[in-house]
């Protein structure tokens, strides 16, 4: 008997102290303990103190009493209020030492997502716990290590970065100003072993990028949803892009190749394309004529829905009425012209009228009073160059109707007789 009040004891004991941490921790109060001392099993919960029917009728001692009480406490707590007696509060409850143990795991990852893939290496260092956290492959699925600076590595970080590449889904540089070529290479070497890349943005990389790398990360890369590439400002160069269709073809949708060193070889590539939607292939002067004109005249490719040709001076508008009239241009929503210098404001409403506004042309040309002359010379120019010669056009009929119209209004001819020679000087 006396060991069963002394471990009863003990409980009661070991429960006061439970409800000093839970009163300290949460705030709540703990007005009393129940204990169930035929099964030993202790229950701690807060009793709230409620006014019976028979307490506001006027019934019950007990109620009267503690009424009593508390109306004399808050009579006492004004009169020391009145006479300027400061009144000792209660400080609040101290926080807890680890307020990241108590959020839910989605919290402290939405956290966690706010920080730099410099810093999110960093945090990793932390502790165990933060490891496995900041290891979570939500947080490294879109990685923009634009503002990367290579000063602040250390072989362990650089470690664990390249580690996390793999689970990388987006990868942007972007005009990165503290990387060098070798950090660029090594970033695309690693990224090439993630299977779940679906963009890459390499935008304004100058110097940095090595084109022989670029072509070697797409020969390498073993994603299988690559669908969004943006190469633009990039020394891109014709094998890497062709790396990429060989590679690619079949899932990508969307290419930006404005502004890079292209050749003929690219559009090739490109015409071989099953899901392209969006081609911008803007400024790309490197390109020659005759490339453009059997793109897109000949080889455009059945899927594409948007086409960009801005700061391309060669495209004519016979070449658009071509690709217009190609059975491969039927998913062909949207065309960019703008910054085409031969294509007139008429020309490409006389486009529009003739396939009854089928797409959408965004273009810059408008019409000028003082433009006609010019544009008109520039079209005969053109005429000369492209049309067939004179008796072509006319045919050999009319041109025999004019040779004997002639013939037979003109006067016979007179006879020839020899210029006399000059005497030699």
């Given at each position: 008997?006396?060991?069963?009040?002394?471990?009863?004891?003990?409980?009661?004991?070991?429960?006061?102290?439970?409800?000093?941490?839970?009163?300290?921790?949460?705030?709540?109060?703990?007005?009393?303990?129940?204990?169930?001392?035929?099964?030993?099993?202790?229950?701690?919960?807060?009793?709230?103190?409620?006014?019976?029917?028979?307490?506001?009728?006027?019934?019950?001692?007990?109620?009267?009493?503690?009424?009593?009480?508390?109306?004399?406490?808050?009579?006492?707590?004004?009169?020391?209020?009145?006479?300027?007696?400061?009144?000792?509060?209660?400080?609040?409850?101290?926080?807890?030492?680890?307020?990241?143990?108590?959020?839910?795991?989605?919290?402290?990852?939405?956290?966690?997502?706010?920080?730099?893939?410099?810093?999110?290496?960093?945090?990793?260092?932390?502790?165990?716990?933060?490891?496995?956290?900041?290891?979570?492959?939500?947080?490294?699925?879109?990685?923009?290590?634009?503002?990367?600076?290579?000063?602040?590595?250390?072989?362990?970080?650089?470690?664990?970065?390249?580690?996390?590449?793999?689970?990388?889904?987006?990868?942007?540089?972007?005009?990165?100003?503290?990387?060098?070529?070798?950090?660029?290479?090594?970033?695309?070497?690693?990224?090439?072993?993630?299977?779940?890349?679906?963009?890459?943005?390499?935008?304004?990389?100058?110097?940095?990028?090595?084109?022989?790398?670029?072509?070697?990360?797409?020969?390498?890369?073993?994603?299988?949803?690559?669908?969004?590439?943006?190469?633009?400002?990039?020394?891109?160069?014709?094998?890497?892009?062709?790396?990429?269709?060989?590679?690619?073809?079949?899932?990508?949708?969307?290419?930006?190749?404005?502004?890079?060193?292209?050749?003929?070889?690219?559009?090739?590539?490109?015409?071989?394309?099953?899901?392209?939607?969006?081609?911008?292939?803007?400024?790309?002067?490197?390109?020659?004529?005759?490339?453009?004109?059997?793109?897109?005249?000949?080889?455009?490719?059945?899927?594409?829905?948007?086409?960009?040709?801005?700061?391309?001076?060669?495209v004519k508008i016979t070449w658009l009425y071509d690709l217009m009239k190609l059975p491969t241009s039927g998913n062909l929503k949207v065309l960019n012209v703008?910054?085409?210098?031969?294509?007139?404001?008429?020309?490409?409403?006389?486009?529009?009228?003739?396939?009854?506004?089928?797409?959408?042309?965004?273009?810059?040309?408008?019409?000028?009073?003082?433009?006609?002359?010019?544009?008109?010379?520039?079209?005969?120019?053109?005429?000369?160059?492209?049309?067939?010669?004179?008796?072509?056009?006319?045919?050999?009929?009319?041109?025999?109707?004019?040779?004997?119209?002639?013939?037979?209004?003109?006067?016979?001819?007179?006879?020839?007789?020899?210029?006399?020679?000059?005497?030699?000087?």
């Open positions: 008997m006396s060991r069963t009040i002394s471990r009863q004891n003990e409980a009661i004991r070991t429960l006061g102290e439970m409800t000093e941490v839970l009163k300290r921790e949460t705030g709540v109060s703990v007005e009393g303990i129940i204990v169930d001392t035929t099964n030993t099993e202790m229950i701690s919960r807060p009793l709230k103190r409620e006014r019976r029917a028979s307490d506001v009728g006027g019934g019950g001692g007990c109620g009267d009493g503690d009424d009593d009480d508390k109306s004399g406490v808050v009579e006492r707590k004004r009169q020391d209020n009145r006479k300027g007696k400061e009144v000792m509060v209660d400080p609040p409850p101290p926080p807890p030492s680890n307020l990241f143990r108590n959020l839910p795991t989605e919290i402290f990852l939405r956290i966690l997502s706010h920080l730099t893939p410099h810093e999110l290496v960093q945090s990793a260092s932390c502790s165990r716990e933060w490891y496995y956290i900041a290891s979570d492959p939500l947080l490294w699925r879109i990685l923009d290590l634009s503002a990367l600076d290579s000063k602040l590595f250390n072989p362990k970080t650089a470690t664990t970065l390249t580690q996390r590449l793999r689970s990388c889904r987006s990868f942007t540089l972007n005009k990165p100003q503290n990387l060098t070529q070798d950090h660029v290479t090594a970033l695309l070497h690693f990224l090439s072993a993630s299977p779940v890349l679906e963009q890459l943005h390499l935008q304004s990389l100058g110097s940095l990028l090595n084109s022989h790398s670029l072509e070697h990360h797409f020969r390498m890369s073993q994603s299988r949803c690559l669908m969004h590439v943006d190469l633009s400002h990039s020394p891109v160069t014709t094998p890497a892009v062709v790396a990429l269709m060989d590679r690619h073809r079949g899932t990508l949708r969307s290419l930006d190749l404005s502004h890079t060193a292209i050749g003929d070889g690219t559009l090739r590539a490109v015409s071989q394309a099953k899901a392209l939607h969006t081609l911008e292939i803007s400024f790309c002067t490197s390109v020659s004529r005759t490339s453009i004109r059997n793109f897109l005249c000949k080889r455009f490719p059945g899927c594409i829905v948007t086409l960009s040709l801005r700061g391309l001076r060669d703008e910054g085409c210098e031969r294509l007139t404001l008429g020309d490409l409403r006389e486009l529009q009228e003739a396939f009854q506004g089928r797409i959408e042309i965004r273009h810059d040309a408008h019409a000028r009073p003082g433009d006609d002359s010019v544009w008109g010379y520039r079209r005969y120019i053109e005429f000369l160059s492209t049309d067939p010669s004179l008796p072509e056009r006319l045919g050999e009929e009319k041109l025999k109707a004019m040779e004997s119209s002639s013939s037979s209004s003109c006067p016979p001819p007179l006879p020839s007789t020899p210029l006399p020679s000059l005497p030699p000087s």
